[in-house]
């Protein structure tokens, strides 16, 4: 836990004990309007920095499929090592984005073909006479584009619908959803690359994306519970070492494979912690 | 236009123009006659994903660096930080309202008079490269992990802020990768690792 998350959560915290209900976490920050801006996250604000996180990396993904999809005159070479960091980068971040489909029922996965595409065009060789293969680029590109701005809209909107619920409500839900999402198949099937060979890097980046998540409300955990907070901790450490050994180079992660089922053990730890932190906020 | 008719008004106002907000921001941040903040203008316009271009917050890539993205408040929705070496705020008015706390400058009323003498004084950015070479090497050394060598667009200007504005921990605390759009090509001779040595 950084120094800062740390005066964060204390700051938010204080407050709420100060003379908030038990169901709001009220951490009273002021608005620029009112003179004294104020950098330091609220709970609810904390909650919705993961979906800030997925949104943002989505429109990552549009940015640089933009870029190669826009380019005009650039020489196939550079518009090619273009491609292949936006084919990345797109992957990556959608990929890290993913808990966003299991988490809100409204939001569908984007079509993996169109991603499926883009990478494999971003691996087309080229030597001479590259209109056809500038073309692909382009158009395979401007698809991913815009499969990632829509994935992007409707999550916002997903996003916008959890301002209105109370801070002890969006930590209960978010820490329960990550909970369900690790003990699900979500986070190792349909990968959307198996054929381009890069089912460990979307598998990692997939779990990964957990990770960050509870990175950004740990705080508002480790407040209420110093042991839980620790629990979540090393069982995250742990996944985040299995992810590493059992995805790096992997081009293929059958669902039944021995790699698959080791980070599912850790997955399953990370949950079971994470729905023990969720019932620090739940009621009852 | 704007920037002699500015510093006209700073510095040949009189008392009036000595007490302003303007002018006591000013007062610290003129260096030789010029604004010591590079790109005030184009880190307004920095696309707010950049950031996420590049974040790998667990070195999931095992390139053993790792750099996360830095969150400040919004006033409701959390929005990602550019501005100052802690990454404090979104925008610039934000970051003027946590300057102007920390040094006792009242700057609600005077905020889009800072923010014109700043867009008008801040120097445009400038590449440390003088040429292909000098950029293959800097990316060769391992400079562009960090500051990275991707460029965004304002209109027809291609801009190389050669930073990620992620966080990284170096040891103290986590920093912004420092923007080098405002270094010449001295910048190519730091090192981080040389500093570091020569510091212990």
Redesign the interface.
């Known amino acids: 836990m950084t120094k800062l998350s740390i005066l964060a959560a204390t700051t938010c915290l204080l407050l709420s004990a100060a003379g908030a209900s038990a169901q709001e976490i009220k951490a009273a920050v002021p608005s620029a309007d009112q003179g004294s801006y104020n950098p330091q996250l609220t709970a609810k604000e904390a909650v919705l920095t993961n979906w800030k996180l997925a949104i943002s990396g989505l429109r990552a993904g549009k940015f640089v499929s933009d870029n190669v999809a826009r380019a005009e005159g650039v020489e196939y070479p550079k518009l090619a090592a273009q491609a292949e960091f936006a084919a990345e980068t797109m992957l990556l971040r959608y990929a890290s984005s993913y808990w966003l489909f299991a988490m809100d029922e409204t939001l569908d996965p984007v079509d993996g073909s169109v991603l499926l595409a883009a990478m494999a065009a971003s691996r087309m060789p080229c030597e001479t006479a590259c209109d056809a293969a500038t073309e692909a680029l382009t158009t395979a590109f401007g698809s991913a584009s815009a499969v990632l701005e829509e994935a992007a809209q409707a999550a916002e909107l997903a996003a916008e619908a959890r301002k209105g619920i109370s801070d002890v409500e969006a930590l209960a839900e978010l820490l329960s959803d990550m909970a369900t999402y690790l003990d699900s198949p979500a986070w190792h099937s349909d990968l959307s690359l198996t054929a381009a060979g890069m089912d460990g890097k979307e598998v990692s980046a997939r779990v990964v994306g957990t990770l960050a998540v509870w990175r950004n409300i740990e705080p508002f955990v480790g407040m209420r519970s110093a042991e839980i907070d620790t629990a979540v901790n090393a069982a995250s450490d742990r996944l985040l070492r299995d992810v590493r050994r059992n995805t790096r180079r992997k081009e293929v992660l059958a669902p039944d494979s021995a790699e698959i089922e080791t980070i599912r053990a850790s997955a399953a730890q990370v949950a079971h912690e994470l729905r023990r932190a969720a019932g620090l906020f739940q009621q009852g | 236009m704007i920037r002699p008719l500015l510093i006209a008004a700073i510095w040949g106002g009189g008392a009036l123009a000595d007490e302003s907000a303007v002018a006591q921001c000013l007062s610290c941040h003129m260096e030789d006659g010029r604004l010591d903040v590079v790109g005030v203008r184009e880190l307004q316009d920095l ?4 950031p ?2 590049f ?1 790998d ?2 070195d ?1 890539d ?1 390139d053993g660096i790792a750099g ?2 830095g ?11 550019k501005w100052g070496r ?1 990454l ?2 979104a ?1 610039f ?2 970051f003027a ?2 300057a102007g ?1 920390a040094h006792d400058i ?1 700057v ?1 009323e005077d905020m889009e008079a800072i923010r014109a003498a700043f867009e008008a004084l801040s120097p445009a950015p400038v590449s440390p490269f003088q040429s292909e070479e000098d950029l293959a090497r800097f990316e060769a050394r391992g400079c562009a992990a960090c500051h990275v060598t ?1 460029t965004y667009r304002i209109g027809e200007r291609e801009l190389m802020p050669l930073s990620d504005f992620l966080l990284h921990d170096l040891g103290e ?2 920093v912004r990768t420092t923007p080098l759009w405002g270094c010449d090509s001295s910048c190519l001779s730091y090192s981080h690792a040389r500093t570091e040595a020569q510091g212990d």
């Open positions: 696309p707010e994903n950049w996420l271009l974040e917050a667990f999931r095992g996360r993205v969150f400040v408040s919004g006033g409701g929705m959390p929005l990602i930080g802690l404090a705020a925008r008015e934000d309202q946590i706390a009242a609600d991707e605390g986590e």
